[in-house]
């Protein structure tokens, strides 16, 4: 299938491991031109394909972060055609009265203000060359809040709201703009969480993550999501397969049935 990517130009912001580190890839494979903002990002700095990398260093947490992310790409392309919001935290929570005023500072600051400046960095770009995409990521959190992940949960909400609006408002400026909302993925914090999980239950690794599957998230097609299965879907909304599809939101969670 032709994605038609070749020579776009892609902004991805937290692209140095897991959901980030597997999109780029994606990307770079389809000969797209990736500039991606990470903290750590040695291993977004090493993909290699038919596409570029451009790995920049940065805390995209902070106010000017997002902005110098979108001002490389334009500086070194002079457009912006694809932003892929994946910025996110997800604190494990002992429960609502437990989360303190700087928590969910920390949190809505990352998970949805970082989004907010990304967007307001190229959008104008986007309104000025005629186009483009925006992919946020969400979560299955979104839409079923979990009482242990209050404020991660309230953020991607937000992240779903402001998805739609953005939606409507540049439609017809031809920007599309959706969401994916991942359930479970196998990345380092699903890894940690897993680990812990597994010493609470006395069992191996791998039996806690099947119990994790199966038995707690009753994931319908029995495992967690790869990073790479959630990037096929943005690289799907990405691309001219889905020129129609705006203010949606993809759920990508194998079926988990606590999950509407």
Same mark, same amino acid.
């Given at each position: 299938?032709?994605?038609?990517?070749?020579?776009?130009?892609?902004?991805?912001?937290? =692209?140095?491991?897991?959901?980030?580190?597997?999109?780029?890839? $994606?990307?770079?494979?389809?000969?797209?031109?990736?500039?991606?903002?990470?903290?750590?990002? &040695?291993?977004?700095?090493?993909?290699?394909?038919?596409?570029?990398?451009?790995?920049?260093?940065?805390?995209? &947490?902070?106010?000017?972060?997002?902005? &110098?992310? $979108?001002?490389? #790409?334009?500086?070194?392309?002079?457009? !912006?055609?694809?932003? !892929? %919001?994946?910025?996110?935290? #997800?604190?494990?929570?002992?429960?609502?009265?437990?989360?303190?005023?700087?928590?969910?500072? =920390?949190?809505?600051?990352?998970?949805?203000?970082?989004? !907010?400046?990304?967007?307001? =960095? /190229?959008?104008? #770009?986007?309104?000025?060359?005629?186009?483009?995409?925006?992919?946020?990521? #969400?979560?299955? =959190?979104?839409?079923? *809040?979990?009482?242990?992940? $209050?404020?991660?949960?309230?953020?991607?909400?937000?992240?779903?709201?402001?998805?739609?609006?953005?939606?409507?408002?540049?439609?017809?400026?031809?920007?599309?703009? %959706?969401?994916?909302? *991942?359930? *479970?993925?196998?990345?380092?914090?699903?890894?940690?969480?897993?680990?812990?999980?597994?010493?609470?239950?006395?069992? *191996? $690794?791998?039996?806690?993550?099947?119990?994790?599957?199966?038995?707690?998230?009753?994931?319908?097609?029995?495992? !967690? %999501?790869?990073?790479?299965?959630?990037?096929?879907?943005?690289?799907?909304? &990405?691309?001219?397969?889905?020129?129609?599809?705006?203010?949606?939101?993809?759920?990508? %969670?194998?079926?988990?049935?606590?999950? /509407?």
């Amino acid at each position: 299938m032709d994605y038609g990517l070749a020579g776009k130009v892609v902004v991805i912001t937290g =692209a140095g491991s897991g959901i980030g580190l597997a999109t780029a890839r $994606a990307f770079v494979t389809e000969g797209a031109s990736v500039v991606g903002g990470d903290l750590e990002p &040695a291993a977004l700095s090493r993909l290699t394909g038919p596409g570029s990398v451009t790995a920049v260093t940065l805390d995209l &947490a902070g106010a000017q972060g997002p902005t &110098a992310l $979108a001002s490389a #790409a334009l500086r070194s392309y002079g457009r !912006v055609d694809v932003l !892929v %919001n994946n910025l996110g935290v #997800a604190p494990y929570r002992q429960g609502f009265l437990h989360i303190t005023d700087e928590d969910w500072r =920390a949190t809505l600051e990352i998970n949805l203000l970082s989004m !907010v400046r990304a967007c307001r =960095a /190229v959008i104008p #770009a986007m309104i000025e060359q005629g186009g483009g995409v925006i992919i946020s990521l #969400a979560s299955d =959190a979104g839409r079923q *809040p979990d009482p242990f992940f $209050a404020d991660y949960a309230l953020s991607k909400a937000a992240v779903l709201s402001l998805s739609k609006t953005l939606s409507m408002e540049f439609g017809s400026h031809g920007i599309r703009v %959706n969401t994916v909302s *991942p359930g *479970p993925t196998h990345t380092a914090a699903l890894d940690a969480f897993i680990g812990r999980l597994s010493q609470d239950l006395g069992l *191996p $690794a791998d039996q806690g993550l099947d119990h994790f599957a199966k038995v707690m998230r009753r994931l319908a097609l029995g495992r !967690v %999501n790869t990073p790479e299965e959630v990037a096929g879907v943005i690289l799907f909304l &990405a691309s001219s397969q889905s020129r129609q599809v705006t203010g949606a939101d993809y759920t990508v %969670n194998a079926g988990s049935t606590r999950f /509407v």
